[in-house]
């Protein structure tokens, strides 16, 4: 069988990079507002479960709009991506469930999968097709399974990061911060970052910006009355031109619930394609 891997990774592998050109005068710090925000970040990357949506635009694609819900003890969750314009236009899905990872196909893959809708990449990052072919699907996996919320820290980490005023976001009071930073500023500031898990975290965040060629970035959070990220947003210009990207928190600590698709509906590509009995 031969088959189009890239149809099957939504645009949701990008997701990870927000980048933003900086402008203005200088401004100095403001200790209270990076603590505040620094506060809501650790608040927000410790909960259980969340659910949020994305919305903006991305280098290449275009609009996107976004959902994911998210668990982390067992993990699950469920990622859909949306391109409203573009080549790439239309919809797929990501979801973990039982540490297997799957992906829904494009309308164009399906008679070569013998009518399924979904792929299942399997428990591993790293494995083999059936047909030879080596992937690393380990950038998706954890992709699907990140609390963005995490990446608010990054404000807290800017020279002239301050409060802006006070806001409502989808009904909800909250606080808006506001900064820029160079991505070398960021990543030395990544060994007051906590433990080794967040490092990693930041940086493999910074990773994606630095891939786009992004080395500033203007970053917005709005924190709520609970001390949490109510809504994140990085914008500017990568290599590809304009990037904007608002995150948008919907729930903290609610019931999240993702269930596999159906075996009879789902190629496993570590195995031969078998044909669907009709």
């Given at each position: 069988m031969r088959l189009s891997v890239r149809a099957a990774v939504p645009a949701a592998a990008l997701l990870l990079a927000g980048c933003g050109a900086g402008g203005g005068a200088e401004q100095s710090a403001d200790p209270?507002?990076?603590?505040?925000?620094?506060?809501?970040?650790q608040k927000s990357a410790e909960v259980t479960s969340l659910r949020y949506r994305v919305t903006g635009r991305m280098p290449e694609r275009g609009r996107i709009a976004d959902e994911a819900s998210v668990r982390t003890e067992p993990t699950a969750a469920r990622l859909k991506t949306v391109?409203?314009?573009g080549e790439h236009r239309g919809?797929?899905?990501?979801r973990l469930v039982g540490g297997v990872l799957y992906g829904s196909v494009t309308d164009d893959m399906i008679e070569e999968l013998g009518g399924r809708h979904w792929i299942s990449y399997g428990p591993a990052a790293e494995f083999t097709t059936h047909g030879g072919l080596r992937m690393d699907v380990g950038g998706l996996r954890d992709q699907v399974s990140r609390n963005p919320a995490r990446e608010a820290a990054f404000l807290a980490s800017a020279e002239d990061v301050r409060q802006t005023g006070a806001e409502k976001v989808d009904g909800t009071d909250t606080?808006?911060?506001a900064?820029?930073?160079?991505?070398?500023e960021l990543r030395a500031s990544l060994k007051e970052a906590g433990d080794?898990?967040?490092?990693?975290?930041r940086d493999?965040?910074?990773?994606?910006?630095?891939k786009l060629g992004v080395d500033e970035l203007t970053l917005d959070v709005w924190v709520d009355?609970?001390?949490r990220v109510k809504r994140l947003r990085t914008q500017g210009f990568g290599r590809h031109g304009e990037l904007d990207l608002t995150f948008t928190f919907l729930g903290y600590g609610e019931p999240v619930t993702v269930r596999a698709p159906r075996a009879g509906d789902t190629a496993d590509l570590r195995k031969p394609l078998k044909k669907n009995k009709s």
């Open positions: 209270p507002a990076a603590e505040a925000v620094a506060r809501a970040a391109n409203l314009s919809e797929t899905e990501l606080t808006h911060y900064g820029t930073a160079t991505v070398d080794k898990a967040t490092r990693a975290g493999s965040s910074l990773d994606q910006y630095e009355r609970d001390d």
